[in-house]
């Protein structure tokens, strides 16, 4: 079955320092979301991704798809104590209702 | 705009008793629902999905169940609950219309002992 793998598992950085999460797909994706959630919190939807190659920001937060979509990239630029949580990537094949979930990347941020 | 209540929030269960988690959903019509279980410190793992009232799909054969009684109202049963099934119990809806983000709910915290 489709599997999505995301590392790093667990980062700790300073605050000030960047941080990007990977994700890869066993299989082509017709798209991909990243999720944020707090400690303690539920998933929050933060963005979608759907064209071959495509770059996205949100203030501090890049997203990147890949050219053969089959991996995508979250880098946060100088981190700060308000993004520490959980970051999921969530792929949907082509032609699927269901999204698959990489295991998250625990971040920490020291102050 | 969509709401999402799960309950209860917070549970503790002994081995070999049933489970009751409810979903309902507000602010939509028809949407796709979802049960996801997370482990403590996990990723998120597909349980069951619904595309519509009475349509069940399940991904991970176990000892837990889901049924949709009406549009609105997703529910996860099990009757005997094991040690393996403690975690944090995630519904969600997709809008069918919209990009395909879902939305979750709070989350229902089951301990079993």
């Not at chain 1, 929050?44 to 071959?52: E, M, N, P, T």
């Not at chain 2, 269960?13 to 403590?40: D, F, I, K």
Request: hydrophobic residues 35%; charged residues 15%.
């Amino acid at each position: 079955g489709q599997q999505v793998m995301q590392i790093p598992q667990y980062q700790h950085v300073q605050e000030g320092e960047d941080f990007t999460t990977y994700c890869n797909s066993s299989t082509t994706l017709s798209n991909i979301q990243w999720y944020k959630q707090r400690p303690g919190g539920h998933p929050v939807f933060l963005i979608q991704l759907v064209k071959s190659g495509e770059v996205k920001k949100q203030k501090r937060l890049t997203f990147q798809f890949g050219e053969a979509k089959k991996n995508s990239s979250l880098h946060i630029t100088a981190t700060q104590t308000t993004d520490v949580g959980t970051y999921f990537c969530a792929g949907r094949v082509e032609y699927g209702n269901k999204l698959v979930f990489g295991a998250g990347t625990i971040l920490r941020v020291k102050s | 705009s969509q709401t999402i209540h799960q309950w209860p929030a917070t549970l503790v269960q002994p081995v070999g008793s049933p489970l009751s988690l409810e979903c309902t959903v507000e602010g939509t019509s028809n949407p796709n629902l979802y049960w996801y279980r997370q482990a403590a410190g996990r990723g998120l793992q597909l349980l069951f999905y619904s595309v519509g009232i009475g349509q069940i799909s399940s991904e991970v054969p176990q000892n837990l169940s889901a049924s949709r009684p009406q549009d609105r109202q997703f529910i996860l049963s099990s009757k005997k609950l094991l040690l393996s099934d403690s975690g944090f119990y995630l519904c969600a809806l997709q809008e069918v219309v919209n990009t395909g983000e879902l939305f979750f709910g709070e989350g229902s915290r089951l301990t079993v002992l």
